[in-house]
Structure formats: structure tokens, C-alpha cells
């Protein structure tokens, strides 16, 4: 057994064995060999090789284990596994390591038939203070502007506590020891509701880091739970973000942690899916859920591109009437002469060039559910058909004396008020009584904005996938625009905006310059009158200097990879780089695809 050998070879490295309580703030590997087992230390920074070979720093024996097998290096107090090309590989907690894996205490690694688990006896940390709800919602709004100055990412966590009895600074005290860094905040946001944000972390690490604190609140609180979002993946919005974070964990199981996104709210309808995240609208599909059981007409007022036809098909889809058609007419396109017909139907010869018989779409949806999006706009004879129609569950198609039976039920809507229409006298009162038996009202989506970002990257998703490309990242500047825009024309011009955007963006990241100019130019609400205007000049075109100053350090990033064959540790140390903060924008800037060029 070389171990002890081991030991002592890397223990030479060391200057001086240090003093107990420096000692207490080591990383320690706890090595496993046959029969015999042995302490080995780590460095605070540096790194040690491990195998069977002569020169390597931690020395083992067994045949199992390749002479280079692997290497541990320690930055920053974090400790991180590679593998080296070995014969049997490394692998941590039984998943085969790719890269640098960081370890965490208590990771139990493989090296064939070596075992190596980390143990790190840190010198106990200072808990960080307890920001109230205010100063939470201020320090998330500063870390929000670094974001979109730096390009940088921050995660919010939060955590469910429900009833517990410890104390608020024992559960602080319990976080912390969940791995907690000194740049972390810890703020209560509501009765039983612990928040901590996490700056500069991927989502993946700032999932791992909610892992972590569950399992190191569970003893205190045995049904806690956590929910993550993060910036500028989940929204620019400090509200938006803590709200999205909070229903995550809510959806999440006890003891689990709940991740924001697309998925966690898209409600499957049938053949349809919605994407639900904002309360209000939660409760207004509740509320169609429960109007769908019964059979009276439901009148949905809503702004354009509001989703008033996805209401309507959630009625038709949780309703008896789902197995039959689900037919959609938008009034306003429908030509005066031929409304009636569109409705009723016609027999062949009721007017020039009706050549055949055909069914109206009253008849076509019978047994099913007829939406008629902006009704408003029928004229006042076609409107008395229509209510003689819901009345009598009878038509009469055009050219005919004939009445047949229908069974339908109307779905109708409406941006208007229909009530200040029948006081104008532009719609029958009776027929707005019989329309309006149920009311529902659909919020614009600039005021639902959590939905903002999930229905950007669902659209964007969707709209690579389309176009044939790889998935898009939206920039920390990109998100913010997107966020901040009025958006008058509702979901249906947010999705415009990203079908364009992925038609024209060139690189793996929206930026700002992919978006159109209207969300370019906005100026908040409280922006002064522009001045009068000066003299013609020729037009300049400018861009982000943040986007142009991304560009640039994209381009040195790949310039200081190729010079060092692609090894991060060495490229970054080549342009002044923190090594973690070349990590993370490595990854935003799409330079994991970036290949060795050929000699």
C-alpha cells in the first residue's frame, strides 16, 4: 500500500505543517485502497496528480488505476476533479466525469477500484445577516443592474418553510452551512419564506445549490422545499422573478426543489398548449374550468393578441362537447353580404354564384362549440339571426324555408364593451343579455409580466426549431428590453418579435440588435417631451456599446483558446480573466462548439 508514501510526498510540498486552526480550513482526501485506508490533504490553491506513476503527488497501487489517472486541482477553496484520458475513467457519486467536475463535500469519487471521498472541515462561517423583504427587493434590484452591465447571471432561491418551530437565525445558520458563499444574501420575503440570492452561478450550479440547502434545512423543517429562477434566463423584473421563484416551490414536493420555466407552466390542453404563469390568469382558467361544466354562453372580453381564442378552447376542451368540433370565426373579417351565409348556411341559387348547397358554420360545429371572436362587429340584422338562433337552437339557411336543429354552444368575444355598444345602439341589448350569462376578463400582457420571459424563449424555442438552428440564449440586455416593452399587440406580436429574431440573429445569442427598433427606442413612462427638431443630419446607426463590447470579448476568448490549444485555465490566465468568469461566459458565448483548428 503506497499511501502513506503518498502522503508524504505531498505533505513535502507543503512548507510547514500548519497550525490546527488553519489546519480546520483544509480539503482532505479520504482514500479507500484494498483494505487500507489514509488521510491525504489538498492544497488551498494548486492542484495534485493522482495515480501509480512515479511522479504523481497521491500514489497508489492498484492495477486498476492508470499511472496519469487524474487531477485534483483547488481554486478559490473549491476543489475540481479531471479526468486524464485514464483506462477505467473517474467517476463521482457512480456518474462518469467529463471535463472539470467540481466536488462538494462528501462526493464519494471512483478511480477503478479506488475510492476517494472529499472531506472538507471548513472553519465555521459567519451567517450572514437577515435582509428584510424591502432591502431584499433592493439588493435583487442592484444585482439585476450588474446583470445587464456585466452580462453576468444571478439565481433567487426560495425556500417553503411552512410551520417550523427553530428559530429564524437557526434556519439562517442552516443555510449558510448548506454551502452559502460570503457574496450570498439571505433576505424573508413572508411568514415561513426564506430568499437567497445567489450571484454569478449558471442555473445548473444554482439548481445544485438549492439541493444543498433543502437537505440542510430538512433536520429544522421537515417539509421544506425550494424553487429557483434565475436572471436574465426567467425575466428582468425583481417582482417577477420573486413570484416566479415562490410558485416554483410551491409546485415543487416536499423535500424537492421546483425549477421556473416554460414547462412548470404550460397547461396541456388537448391538442393545445398555454402557457399560465401569472396568478390572475391561473385563477381565470380555473374559473373557465368551472364554466366549461355547464352549458351557458361565455363572453371573454380581451385586447387583441390577448389569447382570447386559447380561453375559448380551454372551455370547448374541459367541457362535455370536447369530443365534437371546435369551430373559430373572427366577425370583423367577415364580408356584410356573406355573413349570414358564413353563419346559416345557403341553398344552391340563394344568390349569385352560390352553385351549391353548404352548411353554415352553426350546422358544421353542431354537437361541439362555435367561438365568435370580436362579435361586436356583426350588423344589427345579422345580430337578430343570432340571438333568434341561441334562442330557438333552430337556423334557417339562406334561401330556405326550412329550420333545422343545431346544438351548439357560443363562445363569443370581444375587445370592445359591449355595453357602451348597445347604449351607442351597435349591438342588440337582448342578444348582449344572452352573450353575457358568463363574463370573463383576460389581462393584457403587459401586465402579466412573469409570462413575458417564458413565452420569449417558448416562441424562440420554437421558432429555431422551425429554422432548422440551434437553440437561441437571450442576452441579460436583450431580456431587458423584451421585459420593459409595452407590448399593445399582446402575445401575438411577442411571438412575431422572436420568430423574427431567430430568422435574424448570427450568432447563439439574441442580442438587442436582433430586435426591432420600436423595442430599441422605448423610453419609460416618465421620459420628458423630445425637443423641438433641429436641422436635418445625415442618419447615424448606432449599436449597444454593451453588445459591441461583448463582441470583442467573444473574439479574445477564442483568440486565447486557439493560442493555448483550448485549455480555459491557460486562456483566461492569458487575457487577465477570472477562470470562473471565463467558464461562465464560455458558455454563454457558444464556445463550447469551438473545435481546435487543424494544422
Not at 421585459?483 to 448570427?506: F, I
Not at 470583442?552 to 487575457?575: D, F, N, P, S
Request: charged fraction near 25%; hydrophobic fraction near 40%.
Amino acid at each position: 500500500m503506497s499511501t502513506p508514501d503518498a502522503k508524504e510526498t505531498l505533505d513535502a510540498h507543503q512548507p510547514d505543517s500548519p497550525p490546527e486552526k488553519e489546519a480546520a480550513e483544509r480539503l482532505y482526501l479520504l482514500v479507500f485502497e484494498g483494505d487500507s485506508s489514509s488521510l491525504c490533504p489538498l492544497p488551498r490553491e494548486g492542484e495534485i496528480l493522482i495515480g501509480r506513476g512515479s511522479t504523481a503527488d497521491l500514489r497508489v497501487q492498484d492495477a486498476s488505476v492508470s499511472r496519469h489517472h487524474a487531477r485534483v486541482s483547488v481554486t478559490d477553496g473549491v476543489a475540481r476533479i479531471a479526468d486524464l484520458d485514464s483506462h477505467n475513467g473517474v467517476k463521482v457519486n457512480g456518474v462518469r466525469v467529463e471535463g472539470a467536475q467540481p466536488l462538494r463535500n462528501g462526493d464519494v469519487v471512483e478511480l477503478g477500484d479506488v475510492t476517494l471521498v472529499l472531506n472538507c472541515e471548513a472553519r465555521p462561517r459567519a451567517t450572514p445577516p437577515l435582509l428584510d423583504a424591502n432591502a431584499l427587493q433592493s439588493r435583487l434590484a442592484d444585482e439585476l443592474e450588474r446583470v445587464v452591465r456585466y452580462e453576468r447571471s444571478v439565481g433567487v432561491v426560495a425556500l417553503e418553510l411552512g410551520p417550523f418551530t427553530a428559530s429564524l437565525a437557526e434556519l439562517v445558520r442552516a443555510a449558510s452551512g448548506g454551502g452559502l458563499r460570503r457574496m450570498d444574501v439571505v433576505g424573508q420575503q413572508g411568514p415561513g419564506q426564506l430568499v437567497i440570492l445567489l450571484p454569478e452561478l449558471t442555473r445548473d450550479e444554482v439548481e445544485d445549490s438549492a439541493r444543498h440547502l433543502v437537505e440542510a434545512l430538512l433536520p429544522l423543517v421537515p417539509g421544506a422545499r425550494a424553487g429557483l429562477a434565475t436572471a436574465p434566463r426567467d425575466g428582468m423584473d425583481a417582482d417577477a422573478l420573486l413570484s416566479a421563484a415562490r410558485a416554483a416551490a410551491l409546485a415543487a414536493p416536499t423535500g424537492g426543489v421546483g425549477v421556473s420555466g416554460p414547462n412548470l407552466y404550460r397547461l396541456e390542453l388537448g391538442e393545445r398548449s398555454v402557457i399560465v404563469a401569472d396568478a390572475a390568469m391561473v385563477r381565470i382558467y380555473e374559473q373557465l374550468r368551472r364554466l366549461a361544466s355547464s352549458s351557458i354562453a361565455v363572453l371573454i372580453h380581451g385586447e387583441t393578441g390577448s389569447g382570447k381564442e386559447n380561453a375559448a378552447w380551454a372551455v370547448h376542451h374541459w367541457s362535455k362537447r370536447a369530443s365534437g368540433p371546435f369551430l373559430a370565426v373572427n366577425c370583423a373579417t367577415l364580408v356584410e353580404a356573406l355573413a349570414e351565409s358564413t353563419l346559416f348556411g345557403h341553398e344552391r341559387g340563394a344568390f349569385s354564384g352560390a352553385a351549391t348547397s353548404q352548411a353554415g358554420l352553426f350546422e358544421q360545429a353542431s354537437g361541439g362549440t362555435l367561438f365568435l371572436d370580436e362579435v361586436a362587429e356583426l350588423s344589427l340584422p345579422v345580430q337578430a339571426k343570432l340571438l333568434r338562433a341561441l334562442d330557438q337552437k333552430r337556423i334557417t339557411r339562406l334561401g330556405d324555408t326550412r329550420e333545422r336543429p343545431v346544438d351548439v354552444r357560443i363562445v363569443a368575444a370581444t375587445h370592445q364593451s359591449l355595453a357602451d355598444a348597445v347604449k351607442a345602439g351597435r349591438f342588440r341589448e337582448d342578444l348582449f343579455f344572452r352573450l353575457s350569462t358568463a363574463v370573463v376578463l383576460l389581462r393584457p400582457l403587459r401586465s402579466r409580466p412573469r409570462e413575458v420571459p417564458l413565452l420569449a424563449r417558448a416562441f424562440l424555442e420554437e421558432a429555431c426549431a422551425r429554422e432548422g438552428r440551434p437553440p437561441l440564449d437571450i442576452s441579460a440586455a436583450a431580456m431587458e428590453l423584451l421585459c420593459a416593452y409595452h407590448w399593445e399587440g399582446n402575445v401575438r406580436v411577442l411571438k412575431g418579435v422572436m420568430e423574427r429574431a431567430a430568422a435574424m440573429a448570427d450568432g447563439p445569442v439574441l442580442e438587442p440588435s436582433h430586435l426591432p427598433d420600436a423595442l430599441q427606442r422605448q423610453e419609460p413612462d416618465d421620459a420628458e417631451p423630445p425637443s423641438p427638431p433641429k436641422a436635418p443630419e445625415a442618419p447615424r446607426t448606432f449599436r449597444p456599446i454593451a453588445e459591441e463590447l461583448r463582441e470583442v470579448e467573444r473574439q479574445r476568448m477564442l483568440e486565447a483558446l486557439e493560442a493555448t490549444g483550448g485549455v480555459q485555465k491557460h486562456a483566461a490566465r492569458l487575457i487577465g480573466m477570472p477562470l470562473r468568469t471565463f467558464a461562465l461566459k464560455y458558455k454563454q458565448y457558444g464556445l463550447s462548439r469551438w473545435t481546435r483548428p487543424e494544422t
